[in-house]
């Protein structure tokens, strides 16, 4: 049997995203974010949802760009930091020591110390309700070079993202692999 609990924001699990924006003086800004993915992949573009209230907000109405940053569990406490002050009030790469740099493609930074760093143009906005969403083209990834990578692709082993648990409200490095997308189903038929 199942218990309802009403409609809520439940998916496990989300991601944690550092979206970084420039305000209109041209300084850099970091908001973490868990409400955002993918969301086409031809062209690839992600999906961030943000609240009006927020200084991101307003720095990507006037951009119109950002990049997507994935921490890895080595920088939990930073983005954690980047979720609980606003950039109006602090410079938080001053606060953490971590490095903005110019993107290449759109006007926003990414950080350096990360490991994966999505450029996005912004193509769409889109009001839901207490959250705005932004549609953001990825025009470049930029991959930390220690990284194996295998073909094109980073190993996730390496990467050691963060995972963002909603309902407890704490954050998780990912597990180990328990199969294989597209092969593994085919054992059932």
């Known amino acids: 049997m199942k218990k309802s609990l009403g409609a809520k924001t439940l998916i496990y699990p989300t991601p944690v995203l550092v979206v970084c924006t420039y305000d209109e003086e041209g300084k850099p800004n970091a908001m973490t974010a868990a409400w955002g993915g ?15 209230a927020t200084y991101t907000y307003g720095n990507l109405m006037a951009k119109k760009a950002f990049t997507i940053n994935i921490p890895s569990e080595n920088y939990v406490k930073e983005a954690d930091y980047f979720g609980v002050v606003s950039g109006k009030k602090e410079d938080k790469f001053a606060k953490t020591g971590l490095t903005p740099v110019k993107s290449d493609f759109v006007d926003a930074p990414y950080i350096s110390e990360f490991p994966v760093n999505l450029e996005c143009k912004i193509i769409q906005v889109i009001e839901i309700g207490l959250h705005t969403q932004f549609i953001g083209e990825v025009m470049d990834v930029k991959l930390d070079d220690t990284l ?8 996730i082993e ?24 597209f092969a593994i189903g085919n054992e059932i038929g």
């Open 148 to 155: 194996q990578e295998k073909g094109d692709q980073p190993l």
């Open 38 to 52: 993918i969301c086409c992949s031809s062209p690839p573009c992600v999906a961030i949802s943000l609240r009006k």
């Open 158 to 181: 390496q990467i050691r993202p963060l995972i963002y648990a909603l309902d407890s409200r704490n954050y998780f490095g990912i597990g180990k692999q328990i199969g294989s997308a």
